[in-house]
């Protein structure tokens, strides 16, 4: 049984008799057991508890950041280093950006740079919000690390989407059958109905 000796065994017969709770500061109670029996020691929820299990919900706020900035770093080095390809989930899609493969490479080796630093500064701010010795510190350092992380990575989609719109548009391309003629725009002559 856990808890303090001293009021497991000692609490009086009285005590024990007239079903009286007695508490010591570490949070158990005794209590005489089921018809006057033996006592029984019961856990109850003390502010330190209480405060310790807020404290433990608290610690999980760096998880915000630092779950964003991770993918974001893989996002921004990939994009950086021109090696994203054009994708359904990941790096900068607009428009703009999923005109053609030429515009999503560009858009993204530029936005790539700013992405990859939000993921830092989401990973960094998660570390510091960690090492802070106070919940309001935590608290702190954790939303200004998500907010910077969110901010950074939209002003780097603003960028990439400005420099997918300087790619000029891709030629259309011809049919496959008229790929190699030289017909002009009425189209190759033997598929034109004559009068």
Avoid at 7 to 33: D, F, K, N
Avoid at 74 to 90: D, S, Y
């Amino acid at each position: 049984m856990r808890g303090c000796r001293a009021h497991q065994w000692l609490v009086s017969a009285a005590q024990q008799g007239a079903g009286e709770p007695y508490s010591c500061g570490t949070g158990y109670r005794t209590r005489a057991g089921l018809f006057g029996g033996a006592p029984r020691l019961r856990r109850t929820p003390s502010k330190r508890s209480r405060r310790a299990a807020y404290h433990r919900t608290v610690n999980l706020v760096p998880l915000a950041p630092l779950v964003a900035g991770l993918p974001l770093l893989a996002v921004g080095f990939l994009g950086l280093t021109e090696r994203l390809p054009r994708n359904r989930f990941g790096g900068v899609r607009t428009p703009a950006t999923l005109r053609s493969d030429e515009a999503f490479r560009v858009g993204n080796k530029v936005a790539g740079l700013p992405t990859l630093v939000a993921g830092a500064v989401g990973v960094l701010g998660a570390v510091a919000a960690w090492a802070m010795p106070g919940t309001g510190g935590l608290l702190v350092v954790a939303l200004i690390a998500f907010v910077g992380l969110v901010a950074i990575t939209l002003a780097g989609g603003v960028l990439g989407n400005r420099a997918a719109d300087a790619v000029p548009e891709p030629a259309p391309e011809l049919p496959a059958g008229c790929a190699g003629c030289q017909c002009g725009a009425g189209g190759c002559g033997t598929f034109t109905k004559t009068a």
